[in-house]
């Protein structure tokens, strides 16, 4: 029999190996190992979604090379998939979702004093090797983080250096993602980066796809592989992969009316004379534009298209699922087909010039042949140049634009209609972005201004005469004058022509004053009338603005 002080060592012993055999083969939640890392990339995420690519195991390899590759990968495998993967009959409150070659791993915590609970999704996606063609993008790097990639036990580095190239050469271009290459059974002693830099010929890979590596022995005395070594290799990928990008979803009409109100407002501050139909349309032009180029930024950051699509398959009741829909964009956002539908639309908006017949400029036209001028020049422009309403219902918005949009000049001579082509053009500007829909993800700007303060669907109509109203006040013939009578050079006649004289001009005084008591009453019977419409169009106000709110969920 042994010693009782031998058989407490072995005992020791086998208990310590015990534990050492467990902690090697317990399950790693990934995202509890990255979380506190990727919070500090991405403080403003409330979600962050992580994704990594790991290339493991592989298919059909019997098939295009020896039989002496079939146990490739075999152990390590088995305990890397165990680690980080599904197993069966195996359960784990902290992974969401598991499948053979997929699982997500979910962890929260609440990182600084005050502040709202983080939630860290960490999508580990397995790819298999195919010696004929590259991996399918269709799903499976998409929106992908790092790279995590297996090196053989047997060593086969030709095999080894087909399986990197070929998953390096699915990534999308200009994903900049680091490469994490794990390995068994290395000799500490040996450079382990230029062993794998020669033998996997690292330096041919694409700079833009790969923007570095580095290599983790898995491999620790006794025999067992390290968790601890798998969980600085993790960190690492953490650290060095891409930002998450923070994006705020907006209504692209929204989006332009934004830009559009800026130039507008500096319009208004002109005199009506001085602005004309050309700036107005620039400024619709040059808001569509920059609307463009922000949503354009937003996908140039995000060449992996993060983020992927596994985050779909998260049970919709889970407070997860309520995380990503909160705060992450949609799946597919920044795809080629979304952002092209996007901008066809921000394009479909532009105008055309406007044409340069000003003919109701022409002072010596009477202002009835200015205005039929002029509403000739809406309509056509409306129907022709822009195309977007027919006959009758171009000919009642242009009767609008003009009543309202226009206002009188008196040169002390003759008067003139001058457009008022801020407020026709806003008019116009809401019949041409009536149509875009649409949404899409801009990149976040913290002094961005809140919907309400630049939706001018309602324009803040003024209570200002109309146009036939200006006309028919401004325009009037001029009241005649009292003539004196004149002097005689007799006495009699001047009595009597003096006498008659004074009756003519008490009868034209009592007719001058009837004319004013006339057109006092016309006066007053005009401001009545104006009083009553400004009352209806402030009712009439109040009844748009209802409608707006009310359809501007459509818009």
Request: include cysteine; hydrophobic fraction near 35%.
């Given at each position: 029999?042994?010693?009782?002080?031998?058989?407490?060592?072995?005992?020791?012993?086998?208990?310590?190996?015990?534990?050492?055999?467990?902690?090697?083969?317990?399950?790693?939640?990934?995202?509890?190992?990255?979380?506190?890392?990727?919070?500090?990339?991405?403080?403003?995420?409330?979600?962050?979604?992580?994704?990594?690519?790991?290339?493991?195991?592989?298919?059909?390899?019997?098939?295009?090379?020896?039989?002496?590759?079939?146990?490739?990968?075999?152990?390590?495998?088995?305990?890397?998939?165990?680690?980080?993967?599904?197993?069966?009959?195996?359960?784990?409150?902290?992974?969401?979702?598991?499948?053979?070659?997929?699982?997500?791993?979910?962890?929260?915590?609440?990182?600084?004093?005050?502040?709202?609970?983080?939630?860290?999704?960490?999508?580990?996606?397995?790819?298999?090797?195919?010696?004929?063609?590259?991996?399918?993008?269709?799903?499976?790097?998409?929106?992908?983080?790092?790279?995590?990639?297996?090196?053989?036990?047997?060593?086969?580095?030709?095999?080894?250096?087909?399986?990197?190239?070929?998953?390096?050469?699915?990534?999308?271009?200009?994903?900049?993602?680091?490469?994490?290459?794990?390995?068994?059974?290395?000799?500490?002693?040996?450079?382990?980066?230029?062993?794998?830099?020669?033998?996997?010929?690292?330096?041919?890979?694409?700079?833009?796809?790969?923007?570095?590596?580095?290599?983790?022995?898995?491999?620790?005395?006794?025999?067992?592989?390290?968790?601890?070594?798998?969980?600085?290799?993790?960190?690492?990928?953490?650290?060095?992969?891409?930002?998450?990008?923070?994006?705020?979803?907006?209504?692209?009409?929204?989006?332009?009316?934004?830009?559009?109100?800026?130039?507008m407002e500096q319009l208004e501050?002109?005199?009506?004379?001085?602005?004309?139909?050309?700036?107005?349309?620039?400024?619709?032009?040059?808001?569509?534009?920059?609307?463009?180029?922000?949503?354009?930024?937003?996908?140039?950051?995000?060449?992996?298209?993060?983020?992927?699509?596994?985050?779909?398959?998260?049970?919709?009741?889970?407070?997860?699922?309520?995380?990503?829909?909160?705060?992450?964009?949609?799946?597919?956002?920044?795809?080629?087909?979304?952002?092209?539908?996007?901008?066809?639309?921000?394009?479909?908006?532009?105008?055309?010039?406007?044409?340069?017949?000003?003919?109701?400029?022409?002072?010596?036209?009477?202002?009835?042949?200015?205005?039929?001028?002029?509403?000739?020049?809406?309509?056509?422009?409306?129907?022709?140049?822009?195309?977007?309403?027919?006959?009758?219902?171009?000919?009642?918005?242009?009767?609008?634009?003009?009543?309202?949009?226009?206002?009188?000049?008196?040169?002390?001579?003759?008067?003139?209609?001058?457009?008022?082509?801020?407020?026709?053009?806003?008019?116009?500007?809401?019949?041409?972005?009536?149509?875009?829909?649409?949404?899409?993800?801009?990149?976040?700007?913290?002094?961005?201004?809140?919907?309400?303060?630049?939706?001018?669907?309602?324009?803040?109509?003024?209570?200002?005469?109309?146009?036939?109203?200006?006309?028919?006040?401004?325009?009037?013939?001029?009241?005649?004058?009292?003539?004196?009578?004149?002097?005689?050079?007799?006495?009699?006649?001047?009595?009597?022509?003096?006498?008659?004289?004074?009756?003519?001009c008490l009868v034209h005084e009592?007719?001058?004053?009837?004319?004013?008591?006339?057109?006092?009453?016309?006066?007053?019977?005009?401001?009545?009338?104006?009083?009553?419409?400004?009352?209806?169009?402030?009712?009439?106000?109040?009844?748009?603005?209802?409608?707006?709110?009310?359809?501007?969920?459509?818009?």
């Amino acid at each position: 029999p042994l010693h009782p002080s031998v058989e407490l060592k072995l005992d020791n012993i086998v208990k310590e190996r015990k534990q050492r055999w467990r902690k090697s083969w317990s399950r790693v939640n990934v995202s509890e190992v990255v979380l506190q890392l990727l919070h500090q990339k991405n403080l403003q995420s409330k979600c962050i979604c992580w994704k990594l690519v790991l290339s493991i195991r592989t298919k059909q390899i019997e098939q295009h090379f020896s039989a002496s590759h079939e146990q490739y990968n075999q152990l390590v495998g088995s305990w890397l998939v165990s680690k980080l993967m599904c197993c069966e009959n195996d359960t784990e409150d902290e992974m969401i979702v598991s499948t053979s070659d997929l699982s997500i791993w979910k962890e929260w915590a609440r990182l600084q004093s005050n502040s709202q609970q983080v939630c860290c999704l960490s999508v580990l996606r397995e790819v298999f090797f195919d010696p004929e063609k590259p991996i399918s993008t269709a799903d499976t790097l998409l929106g992908v983080s790092g790279v995590l990639f297996l090196v053989s036990e047997s060593r086969q580095w030709d095999l080894d250096r087909l399986r990197l190239h070929n998953l390096i050469a699915s990534l999308p271009s200009g994903s900049n993602l680091p490469l994490l290459i794990l390995t068994v059974g290395m000799d500490e002693k040996i450079n382990l980066s230029s062993l794998m830099s020669d033998n996997l010929e690292l330096s041919s890979l694409d700079k833009t796809k790969i923007r570095g590596f580095s290599v983790v022995n898995l491999s620790e005395d006794g025999g067992l592989y390290s968790d601890e070594h798998l969980k600085e290799g993790l960190r690492w990928l953490a650290d060095q992969s891409p930002v998450q990008p923070v994006l705020q979803q907006v209504k692209t009409r929204e989006l332009v009316v934004e830009y559009l109100n800026v130039s507008m407002e500096q319009l208004e501050t002109m005199k009506p004379s001085e602005v004309t139909p050309d700036q107005c349309i620039n400024a619709l032009n040059n808001a569509l534009e920059k609307s463009a180029s922000d949503i354009i930024l937003a996908v140039q950051g995000n060449p992996t298209n993060w983020p992927g699509p596994e985050i779909g398959l998260i049970d919709e009741f889970t407070v997860e699922a309520r995380a990503v829909g909160f705060e992450l964009p949609k799946v597919g956002w920044s795809s080629p087909a979304a952002v092209e539908h996007v901008l066809n639309s921000l394009s479909s908006c532009k105008l055309p010039e406007f044409p340069n017949s000003f003919s109701w400029v022409n002072k010596d036209s009477e202002i009835q042949n200015q205005k039929l001028a002029l509403e000739s020049n809406l309509k056509w422009y409306l129907t022709e140049a822009c195309g977007m309403m027919q006959g009758d219902l171009a000919a009642r918005e242009v009767c609008l634009m003009v009543q309202r949009g226009a206002t009188l000049d008196f040169d002390g001579t003759r008067c003139q209609i001058v457009p008022k082509w801020v407020v026709i053009f806003r008019r116009i500007f809401n019949w041409r972005l009536m149509n875009l829909s649409s949404v899409a993800y801009v990149l976040k700007r913290r002094h961005r201004a809140s919907p309400d303060k630049y939706s001018w669907s309602r324009q803040r109509l003024v209570a200002e005469p109309s146009l036939d109203e200006m006309i028919e006040i401004s325009c009037r013939v001029p009241t005649r004058q009292c003539q004196h009578p004149e002097r005689a050079t007799e006495d009699g006649e001047f009595r009597n022509r003096s006498l008659q004289g004074d009756e003519r001009c008490l009868v034209h005084e009592m007719e001058q004053n009837d004319g004013m008591e006339i057109q006092q009453k016309r006066e007053l019977a005009v401001e009545s009338r104006e009083s009553k419409l400004n009352s209806l169009l402030e009712r009439c106000t109040v009844v748009q603005n209802m409608i707006d709110e009310k359809l501007s969920f459509y818009f």
